[in-house]
């Protein structure tokens, strides 16, 4: 028997369970904007202490990425990840989950060759193709406006 591509799909589709598609979309919708709406307490929250706003946005970023980190530590990251999908991948807890997961699975190799070489495994390409991406739309902005 050849294995076709369309073959090979058949056999994907009959051995697949199907997939609850309105669970998974509904948990990643009010677990993603859970996390943004504990964004936003943070933000109003430095703010009700005196901090201006636009600070008390990189805080509130930090602090959740601090958050990330430290769930990732403890594994729990994962199991909330399991239950929300998608809805912890997209805000900026996903890339810290990404990062400190891959420094914590390296972590017996050593600081420098474990820790800190395999920690951008993941993050990074989106560091580089965003940076990439940042000179890109930077030029194309100058250039836009020397006409």
């Not at 369309?6 to 598609?21: D, G, I, N, R």
């Not at 998974?24 to 996390?35: C, P, Y």
């Not at 946005?57 to 959740?64: C, E, F, H, Y």
């Amino acid at each position: 028997m050849e294995l076709t591509p369309q073959t090979y799909s058949q056999l994907v589709k009959e051995a697949s369970p199907p997939s609850p598609h309105a669970k998974n979309i509904s948990m990643a919708f009010f677990i993603g904007g859970g996390i943004c709406v504990l964004g936003q307490a943070f933000i109003y929250l430095y703010m009700g202490l005196g901090v201006p706003k636009e600070t008390a946005s990189g805080m509130a970023s930090i602090t959740l990425v601090l958050l990330a980190v430290i769930l990732t530590g403890l594994n729990t990251y994962d199991r909330i990840a399991k239950v929300a999908g998608a809805g912890t991948l997209v805000p900026i807890t996903g890339f810290a989950n990404s990062m400190s997961a891959a420094a914590l699975d390296f972590k017996s190799e050593g600081f420098i060759l474990g820790l800190g070489a395999k920690m951008f495994i993941i993050a990074g390409p989106v560091i580089v193709y965003g940076i990439s991406a940042s000179i890109l739309y930077g030029f194309v902005y100058w250039l836009l406006g020397q006409l």
